[in-house]
C-alpha cells in the first residue's frame, strides 16, 4: 500500500501538466474560433458598393442574388439580405443581398402624338404590357401616331399591367367612281386614271377604225369604286392598214 501510495504522488504533478495543457489548448481553440467571428453589419438601404465595402471591413463577401420591387427604397438600393445584421458569422461567409427595382406602381404617361413603335418601347422599359391595338382613319393625326389610350394618362398601375392604344391611320383615301372610257382617246384615259393616282396597264389590239388610238376594253367596269394606287387595266386600239 505504501508503494501505490507513492505511485499516485509521483503521477499527480504528470497528470496536473496534462490538465493545464489540454486547458490551454481548449482555450486557444476558443480565442481563434472568437477571433474568426465577426458581426454582419445593416445593409439594407445602402447602394450596392456601400454594402460591399462595409462587408469588407467586416472581412465577409457579399453577392448580389436577386433583385425585387420595394416601393420603401430607391431603385437599386439593398432591401434585403442574409444573414441578418446583428448576427454573428465566421469571417469570409457570404452575405446575399437583394437589391431594389423602386416602386411596383407608376403613373401611365400620355403616349397621344407619340409614333407607336416609340410607345410600344417605352411600355417595355416600364414593365408594361401592349394589350392591343385598334387603328382608325383621321385627318389631323398622321399615320402610325397614337391617337388615344386606355387606361388613360394618369392611372396608377402595376407594373406587368396591360395598355391598349388607339393608332392613326392617317387620312381616308379618297374613292372614286371608274368612269366610262371605252371609246375615249386613249392618251386622255390614260393621263386622267394617273393624274388620280392609279397605276395603268395597257395592252394593244389591232383597231381598224380611222383616227387616234382609242380605249377598246377596260377592266374595272365603268362605276366600279376605284382608290389611288389601284391599278387599272385598258385594251386600246392600234391603228394598223
Do not use: C
Amino acid at each position: 500500500m505504501p508503494r501505490l501510495r507513492m505511485e499516485k504522488r509521483r503521477l499527480l504533478p504528470f497528470l496536473g501538466l496534462l490538465l493545464l495543457l489540454i486547458a490551454t489548448i481548449l482555450i486557444s481553440m476558443e480565442l481563434a474560433l472568437e477571433r474568426d467571428r465577426v458581426m454582419v453589419p445593416h445593409l439594407v438601404g445602402a447602394t450596392v458598393p456601400l454594402a460591399m465595402e462595409r462587408l469588407r471591413e467586416q472581412r465577409l463577401q457579399g453577392k448580389v442574388t436577386g433583385e425585387d420591387y420595394d416601393a420603401r427604397f430607391p431603385k437599386g438600393a439593398v432591401i434585403r439580405q442574409d444573414p441578418p445584421p446583428g448576427s454573428w458569422t465566421r469571417a469570409g461567409r457570404w452575405v446575399s443581398l437583394t437589391v431594389g427595382r423602386g416602386s411596383d406602381t407608376l403613373f401611365l404617361p400620355d403616349f397621344a402624338g407619340l409614333p407607336r413603335g416609340k410607345v410600344q418601347a417605352l411600355l417595355g422599359a416600364n414593365g408594361l404590357v401592349l394589350e392591343g391595338v385598334s387603328q382608325v382613319h383621321s385627318a389631323r393625326v398622321p399615320k402610325g401616331v397614337v391617337i388615344a389610350q386606355s387606361p388613360p394618362p394618369g392611372t396608377k398601375l402595376r407594373i406587368g399591367a396591360q395598355v391598349s392604344l388607339l393608332v392613326s391611320l392617317g387620312p381616308t383615301e379618297p374613292v372614286f367612281l371608274m368612269p366610262e372610257l371605252v371609246g375615249k382617246e386613249g392618251r386622255y384615259a390614260v393621263q386622267t386614271l394617273k393624274a388620280w393616282g392609279m397605276r395603268v396597264e395597257t395592252s394593244s389590239r389591232r383597231d381598224t377604225g380611222g383616227g387616234s388610238a382609242r380605249v377598246l376594253a377596260q377592266r374595272p367596269v365603268a362605276g366600279s369604286p376605284i382608290s389611288p394606287g389601284e391599278t387599272i387595266w385598258l385594251e386600246l386600239g392600234q391603228r394598223g392598214p
